[in-house]
């Protein structure tokens, strides 16, 4: 799979995000009953765990730009399907490409060896000219246009490739990623529907739902852009999103009720509130993640540029500025025009965790008021981490950090305070780190999201340090599970020093080799030579505690790798089902039929969700019939080889 020269010393290495268990892969399979070892719980009866990722399908030219985060969105799931009376569980594996327009256009164009839409890498690259990325542009708007002509199969409408994430909403399961809308997706065959925009979806009756997220005018393109992370309440089932542009005002934001009868008696009674904007916001940014409480909503402004109108400055279009200030924008759910802004030291945050309330009663009339907004997420002490995911080297800065504020490469799961009781002082009252070791991909028990939840559980790199972990392709070995609760406690009793303190600074293997029975953090290492992904908490259905469940990953043996690097034709992944209470039993494994590529997000979908869905009226498809003019059949030819010249010299 890596391009080759007669001379071996030439011969450039694999790029890692297009080699091993990273490498696309191509097979799609419908549900299909796979093998298993252990005992499947009776609890995920009817359910499925599905996982998103970017799975480039013009992968011919193995020498390009890439990127972790580039590719068309695939969908991998697993299905527990109950067979009998009996209660046998039986999993059943499924994969499917997400029909977005740019997947349908690139395989209705079989000229392209490259990928449609230009590298993040490209533009993330310091080397990158300003006449490089101008003609990777150029050639993805002349694509497009192309798209829209005689003899295209899909026109481009939209840009997004559904890559990033999943969640489940009113009825619908949604997938996402920051350049669009979100798009529907039918489970369990993960099969697609079509685009949402907050008003309407494609492939449901009566879908003309109103222009949506976007708006009406020019700009609608850009206003429909929507993050790859929304926020569902529990208790209301309301939606929150945010809009993150190129034009001012840089991001809006807005909250989508439930219709659905089965949720209509839980919603809140809150009006429409559709991009609305947030003030205070003064450039395009790169926003992945926000925090929302039960009351609040907190914006992430972080000195991490994307912006074309860098190019005229020679920047790249997506900068760092390690000197310049983190800013949180915290506004009460319905009112981002009294946004505060609570400033604080150069960080990136690419996931939050989880953001609740804290409550103080007033003495004198016993009411309660929100004393403090709490927020926990994954902070990157610079934006390495954007560079290394597309093998490439960070840029040195142009500008001196102060020695005081200087930090070492991490990621680790930091606690934030920012206090609401003065209207003078914007302050951040605690922020530190929760613990030393290295931490990133966060997830916590969906029932448990905007209160202030005990675990949080994530990813970890249990033999090397972060920094060294960002020199190559991330491959994470260890499962860890956090009690937030406790380590908060008593950094407010103790408080480290801000911002570079922890309160736990012990090292992964001193933590496995702890003997503490209420020890606050537990990780579950990965056999030598086995990786996990992102990993989703499954309730007990009668549990008696908030951790009593599972974690469901997706893992991968590299012993399936070859001496070159690239994975044996006959390579596969297993599921694996971890007891999240004790940390340390594997309850089950599932053999899948194919291997999982190293993705991004996932998400469990529960029996009543599955059963609750939104009726479909129709599906997309792979259309393979276009346009014909069939009363010019000499001038039909003429421009098919006058298109086909186009593409190809555009592949």
Known sequence: MTETTNDPSQRKPPHPYLSGNFAPIQRVQSLIACPFSGTIPIDFAGGEYVRNGGNPVANETLGRDAHWFDGDGMLTGVAFRQTDEKGEIRPEFVNQYILTDVYLSTITSPALSTPLLPSIATLVNPLSSLVTITLRILRTLLLVLLSHLPGSQQAIKKISVANTALLYHDGRALATCESGPPMRIALPSLETVGWFNGEGCE????????????????????????????????????????????????????????????????????????????????????????????????????????????????????????????????????????????????????????????????????EEHIESVNMVACRLTSASLVFSAGALAAPVPTRTVPELEREDEQCRLYYYNFCLVSDQENIIKHQWALSAIPFEFPSLRESATMSPAKYIYGCSVSDTSFGAALGRAVKMNALVKIDVETLVARGRSSPPTTISGCVDTRSVDEILGSEEAEDPIRIFKMPEGWYAQESRFVPR???????????????????????????KPGARSELWIIDAKSMNEVVAKIQLPQRVPYGLHGNWFSSEEIRNQRPIERLRTRRMEGEKLHYFPLLWQAWMGMRRMVESSLA
């Not at 999103?241 to 009674?269: C, D, E, G, M, Q």
């Not at 395009?284 to 009351?295: Q, V």
């Not at 150069?346 to 003495?363: E, G, K, M, Q």
Request: hydrophobic share 35%; aromatic share 10%.
């Open 203 to 366: 492939g449901e009756p009566h879908a003309d739902g109103g222009p949506g997220f976007g708006g009406k005018g020019p700009l609608n393109f850009f206003r429909e852009w929507t993050t790859a992370h929304p926020r569902v309440d529990p208790s209301t089932k309301e939606l929150l999103l945010f809009h993150s542009t190129f034009v001012p005002p840089y991001v809006r934001y807005s909250i989508l009720t439930p219709v659905s009868p089965k949720l209509a008696s839980n919603a809140s009674s809150s009006p429409k509130f559709r991009n609305a904007a947030v003030p205070g916001v003064q450039s395009a940014k790169m926003m992945h993640d926000f925090g929302a409480s039960k009351t609040h909503t907190v914006i992430l402004d972080l000195p991490l540029s994307l912006d074309p109108l860098n190019l005229a400055k020679k920047r790249p279009v997506v900068a760092y500025d390690p000197t310049a200030r983190s800013r949180f924008g915290v506004f009460p759910r319905y009112r981002p025009e009294v946004i505060r802004w609570f400033e604080t030291r150069a960080c990136c945050i690419f996931h939050t965790a989880n953001t609740w309330d804290s409550l103080t009663v007033d003495s004198l009339s016993g």
């Open 541 to 567: 259905l009668e549990g008696c505690s908030e951790d009593d469940g599972w974690l469901l990953s997706y893992v991968f043996d590299e012993s399936q790798l070859q001496e070159d690097g690239e994975c």
